[in-house]
């Protein structure tokens, strides 16, 4: 069994700012005919109007002509989980999907199951080994002599070696709850669900941020819903403020280990 531990910030629990008077759900909701429940919707309203007036960080969301933002135009899958804490409040939790501004913590936001940007991290050492790998196979193919096409084979299948040892080592360092307290990691949860491999990204999503940090600290959840914010990539899959469901390729399997018990 992997220890679990996690520091409790009691700021990352959210009240309403208005007094509620509608329903919770009676039983774990997620989007119906690609609508939240109504709390969901309220608080996402929260969310969405705190995200447009904060401070803290700064990222391009390409929402705005002539802004100061700088960098590529990044929009962001955010999500919040409907909860009820160990004294009976009702309330939501708030996550964003991958990175948010370059960094993985952010005032107001759950912290990622596995943070890979800690300072002299496993990832941040491998990736600056494939990037010196990377740097020499291009001092070398600049030159193209014969004499070393060898040692370029062997540096290619080096950096291929070490890109898939790093990615395995990466994958087992996720490790997700239900509310059961049954832990698994991210490979027992794809290798069960018969996927050769957890695609990149996978347990970065905000659905199961949202889980992980109810389940460590003891929040009843009642209801997810994520939204787009920002411009669509090249897809126009994506749109801005729509709500959708969680992905099938990077969330299905998780979530079908963390909302055990609860669906």
Not at 11 to 25: D, K, R, V
Not at 149 to 167: F, T
Not at 175 to 183: D, K, T, V
């Amino acid at each position: 069994m992997h220890a679990v531990t996690a520091s409790f910030d009691n700021s990352l629990f959210h009240s309403f700012q208005s007094e509620i008077s509608l329903s919770l759900p009676d039983r774990f909701s997620m989007l119906e005919d690609n609508t939240p429940h109504a709390l969901c919707l309220l608080a996402a309203e929260e969310l969405q109007a705190y995200i447009q007036k904060q401070k803290s960080w700064s990222h391009n969301f390409g929402l705005v002509q002539n802004c100061e933002n700088e960098g590529t135009i990044i929009g962001k899958m955010f999500g919040v989980l409907l909860v009820k804490n160990q004294k009976g409040e009702v309330g939501y939790l708030a996550a964003f999907s991958g990175k948010l501004a370059g960094g993985n913590h952010h005032p107001k936001f759950v912290p990622p199951v596995f943070d890979s940007l800690t300072e002299n991290s496993f990832l941040n050492e491998g990736m600056a080994e494939l990037a010196l790998i990377n740097q020499q196979l291009e001092q070398l193919e600049i030159q193209k002599p014969e004499a070393y096409e060898e040692e370029i084979n062997r540096l290619k299948n080096l950096r291929k070696s070490n890109s898939i040892a790093l990615q395995q080592k990466l994958f087992d360092s996720y490790f997700f709850l239900n509310q059961a307290g049954e832990e698994k990691s991210l490979n027992a949860i794809f290798n069960q669900a018969s996927y050769k491999n957890p695609p990149s990204g996978a347990g970065e999503c905000a659905g199961p941020k949202l889980l992980q940090y109810a389940f460590q600290h003891q929040f009843q959840p009642l209801a997810l819903a994520e939204f787009w914010w920002g411009q669509s990539p090249k897809s126009d899959h994506w749109k801005h403020g729509h709500f959708y469901p969680c992905c099938r390729e990077k969330c299905e399997p998780i979530l079908g280990h963390m909302l055990k018990g609860l669906i």
